[in-house]
């Protein structure tokens, strides 16, 4: 052992010390420098490196890592230390924590909105505790166990998976072999219910945005019994400086309509909420009526099926060019195969 392998490894060397000293406290509390005297025991160097106590030397060195892996430790609340420099665990055993407990919290928490899956991983180790725990072990646990889950979880429909984000699905399958790759997309959208519709066409949107060169501050899924009628709401601004504040409906059906009561519906809660822009999204078609009023508004404009599935295959948003030249539905994209 030399001072500039230490260097050269130093972190390597400070995870070490960490280690040791966990292992030196688990019998119970223990004096500050007989820590660091044992912590060099540990080390594995020789007895002619440990009687060079010069400032260069290897055990002056190995000593200054232990006191900057005791100070880390305290720091980050693994340990304590009082005023008479009597050094405690404060941290907990590792937790255990199983599918069956993990997989209904995951639920819950999705229940208020889409999340990555590294925001979920977070979340459910804090929920646990396993964040408060003396290893690391029961963190690799959990994340192993949530990434499992959520495969799971999302081939058997109870979760969806869009643009790299998780949100509640719908248990639907599909029931009709589409003839075209449009009805194909549609029919997948209609199978997967309103929320996920919702994520879905909020994530469409901001692509869409941020293709046409426009500026995304915010990009906001209020949708629920009580949104109002206005189910997202986005900020949109140009390198100007000009901004809109667009509030968006969304309507995921397969056999009916937008109907005009509808669009009135939206009409009435855009210009309550004073948005600057509008877009009414379906999957299906506006009633003729619909179409009319929509028509005569100069900020509100209507999104169907078929506008919905060209803005998709534009921003590769679900849809995607083969090598061939044709477009299929991109089912990696939502995680569905």
Known sequence: MTTQEIKTNYKAYLKKCKKDILDILKNGPVQRKLIIDKAVECSGMTESERKDRSASGVFALYRSIVGTALADMKKYG???????????????????????????????????RAMTEEEIIEKVTVYFGASETLTLEDDSMIKKTVVKLLSSLTKRGKISYIGGRYSIGSDMILMKRPNSVFEEFISFLNSKGGEFFENYSAMLLEKYFITCEKLVGSCNVIGGADDGGIDLMLT?????????????????????????NEVKQFVGAFYVEKGTKGIFMTTSRFHRDATTVINGLPDIVAIDGRKLFDIARHCNCGIIKQEDGDYAVDYNFFGAK
Do not use: H, M
């Open 236 to 260: 949109v601004s140009d390198w100007l400086g000009f901004e809109d504040t667009v509030l968006v409906q969304c309507k995921q059906r397969a056999n009916s309509n937008v109907t005009l």
């Open 78 to 112: 693994d340990i304590g230390i009082d005023e008479k420099n009597i050094v405690t665990l404060k941290k907990k055993p590792a937790v255990i924590i199983t599918e069956a407990e993990i997989a209904p919290y995951i639920i819950a928490l999705l229940q208020s």
